[in-house]
């Protein structure tokens, strides 16, 4: 039976994996050239926290990919939506609207299990995880003030367009 931990853990992952598969898809449809450098980087920035996770638990790799399979972390039905929702984007801006949103969630997930995890190791982790969500927020801020103030320079004909 597993912990509340090792299911934070597990969830932790789904997370991350359901984010770098939204980023990876979303960057194939944006059509903004620099907005879909950072989807590029951001999708980076998940497949190297997911490979560092995984390492973190290379003695029981097995183990790690059973525990994936059996909670069905790749067909995750907010997973699906989520990618539905991709054929719906027809901005940059609302593909960073997504990303900003799931983000957010996740910060205020691992702050949860934060707050509930006792366990050092798995504490490291979702500090090493909570990190790397602040970093992405900043960069779709980031992103999304570009954005807005190239948006401010349009002339008022190509804002209806």
Known sequence: MESAEERAFVTAIGIKIRILIYYRTVSSVVNDVKTRRVFELLAQGEANLLNSLFNSHQDSEDELAHILVKNNTYADPYLCTLLNSVDGITTGEDALRIALKEENGCLETYNIFMATTLEPHI???????????????????????????????????????
């Open 123 to 161: 504490r490291a982790i979702f500090t090493l995880i909570l990190n790397e969500t602040k970093k992405h927020i900043a960069i779709i801020l980031e992103e999304c003030q570009r954005l807005m103030n190239r948006l401010d320079r349009m002339e008022p004909e190509y804002l209806c367009a």
